[in-house]
């Protein structure tokens, strides 16, 4: 069974980073891209960019070029995604979300983790 | 950025009723298009894709179709089980977005 288990929930400190994880299981971790999606409270869904695990490749959407940094350990089978110089606009839920290599659906999600960024 | 917007923004529907939603595009996505729902308090899950293909394991009351800029999601005989927010997704232009979404609720 396919299953993507994010860390618990953040809170940080304006101007501060998180790093959250999303552990892989129930395939094989490089045969797919693991993509990341962030849900303000009571809004829609944003695509922050994908990293292929296997290569380390990364592409990211111009919005969060500068915020998100993608990383993944082959190793553990975990992706990551490190969040920076944290303001109120990153509260939000951040999920992982996995896809085939060119296919752009995202087929399973983690559970999601929330970010509170308060001093 | 390709903008997706959905209409309605909120729905309130009886059971057994069929339900429409829309999804337009600011421009052609060739069918590159994808249905969520996602249920209070869970992670979005994959219904349909290429605008009319159904997922594996998702129930034949959803359906999906449209070309070009206009898509919508049709799910025949509402069940209580389907109450959700369902969003749109492109996938034929980066970076990949999404519409606001349509709350559905029962009435």
């Known amino acids: 069974e396919v299953q993507l288990q994010q860390s618990g929930p953040e809170v940080g400190r304006p101007g501060s980073s998180v790093k959250i994880s999303c552990k892989a299981s129930?395939?094989?971790?490089?045969?797919?891209?693991m993509n990341w999606v962030k849900q303000s409270p009571g809004q829609g869904l944003e695509w922050i960019g994908w990293?292929?695990?296997?290569?380390?490749?990364?592409d990211y959407a111009e919005k969060f070029k500068k915020k998100a940094t993608l990383t993944a350990d082959t190793s553990s089978n975990t992706a990551y995604i490190q969040l920076s110089s944290l303001t109120s606009e990153d509260t939000a839920t951040y999920f992982c979300a996995r896809s085939g290599y060119g296919s752009y659906l995202f087929d399973y999600w983690g559970q999601g983790v929330m970010v509170t960024v308060s001093s | 950025d390709i903008r997706m917007t959905q209409s309605p923004a909120s729905l309130s529907a009886s059971l057994g009723e069929t339900v429409n939603i829309e999804c337009l595009a600011s421009?052609?996505?060739?069918?590159?298009l994808a249905w969520y729902q996602q249920k209070p308090g869970k992670s979005p899950q994959l219904l349909i894709y290429n605008a009319n293909s159904l997922q594996n394991g998702v129930p034949s009351r959803f359906s999906g179709s449209g070309s070009g800029t206009q898509y919508s999601l049709k799910i025949n005989s509402l069940q209580s089980e389907d109450v959700a927010t369902y969003f749109c997704q492109q996938y034929n232009n980066y970076p990949w977005t999404f519409g606001g979404g349509t709350k559905l609720e029962l009435k």
């Open positions: 129930g395939y094989t971790f490089t045969d797919y891209v």
């Open positions: 990293i292929d695990p296997e290569y380390g490749s990364t």
């Open positions: 421009e052609d996505i060739y069918s590159d």
